[in-house]
Structure formats: structure tokens, C-alpha cells
């Protein structure tokens, strides 16, 4: 009976100890590995119009303006893509790796019928927003890092207020170099 209740006890500690773990473990890394080997790459846009490119541009601007190291470029001979169009997804914005290493290559959708219903007025800001943050993949950055920083890769931001990389992302890019 004692070896039970020494059992038990053993079992129930290990489970507290396990419990405590489970929520003291660490922040998970902002790191995506469909992003890029490098921090500079070439976009290529897809059936887009003019406003668009300037998003593209403004976006790829942001990025090489910051401390990151960054390099991004817009050329028509690039296999890397960015388009925009009308889906009914529940998505504003999408980064597709395929291919690894140095055969990596990306396409970026941003779905402007989803930033059109929920945007309102600032709908510019959103689609630059969603242009940066897809941009951020690219430079390994994954959504919604576990930190209390502002951050251009959350899904709560404000994309009227945060559509530039903030602080925390430049170092991330930086990290994961």
C-alpha cells in the first residue's frame, strides 16, 4: 500500500512538473523555412496594373530602407511572383515556397476582395501592409511570432498603422541571416 501511494505520489509530482514546463517553455521563433536563402531577391509581377506595382515597390522600399541588409528587387525575369486578384478565400494575403536551397522560388497573392471588405477607408494601407508582410516570408519570417513587440508578421496588427517592418522584424531578418 505504501509503494502505491509512494507511486502516486511520484506520478503526480512528475505531472505537476510536467505541466509547469509545458507553460514555461520558451517563446516560439519567428522563423520560416519557406523564406529565401539569401536577403536579396527579385519579385516579378503577374498581371497586375500599375497600382499594384507601386504597392510592390513601395513594399520591396520598406524593406530595403530598414537595417536588415536587404535587397529586393522587382525585374520581368524573375521566377519569384507577385499578383493580386478577387478570390473568395478567407485570406488577404499568400506566400507558396516551392523548390529548396538555392532553387527556391516564391509566388505572392494578395486577395483584394478580403482586404476590400474589411478595410474601409485605409484600404492602400492594407494592401501595402499585406505586401510587406508576404514580403517578410520571404526573408524567413513566420506569422504571428510569440512576442509583445510590435510586429509587421502578426495577424491582430493594425495594418493601417503597422504596413512597415517594425523594429522587432528588421532584427529577426537579422537573426536569421
Not at 50 to 54: E, K, L, R, Y
Not at 145 to 155: E, Q, R, V
Given at each position: 500500500m505504501r509503494h502505491r501511494r509512494a507511486l502516486r505520489a511520484v506520478g503526480i509530482g512528475a505531472a505537476g512538473l510536467l505541466a509547469v514546463a509545458a507553460v514555461q517553455s520558451p517563446a516560439a521563433a519567428s522563423y520560416y523555412s519557406g523564406g529565401m536563402p539569401s536577403r536579396t531577391f527579385s519579385v516579378r509581377p503577374v498581371g497586375i496594373n500599375?497600382?499594384?506595382?507601386?504597392y510592390l515597390d513601395s513594399a520591396r522600399g520598406y524593406w530595403n530602407a530598414t537595417a536588415a541588409g536587404t535587397h529586393l528587387t522587382r525585374t520581368s525575369t524573375s521566377k519569384n511572383t507577385y499578383t493580386a486578384g478577387r478570390w473568395s478565400y478567407s485570406w488577404g494575403g499568400r506566400y507558396t515556397p516551392s523548390g529548396s536551397g538555392s532553387s527556391r522560388?516564391?509566388?505572392i497573392e494578395v486577395n483584394v476582395q478580403y482586404l476590400q471588405a474589411r478595410a474601409g477607408d485605409e484600404l492602400s494601407?492594407?494592401?501595402?501592409s499585406t505586401t510587406t508582410h508576404e514580403l517578410g516570408h520571404g526573408l524567413k519570417l513566420a506569422d504571428n511570432?510569440?512576442?509583445?513587440?510590435?510586429?509587421?508578421?502578426?495577424?491582430d496588427r493594425d495594418p493601417a498603422k503597422v504596413y512597415k517592418p517594425t523594429a522587432y522584424d528588421v532584427s529577426e531578418v537579422v537573426k536569421y541571416a
Open positions: 500599375d497600382v499594384w506595382i507601386g522560388t516564391f509566388t494601407r492594407w494592401c501595402l511570432p510569440s512576442t509583445t513587440k510590435a510586429s509587421l508578421m502578426k495577424y
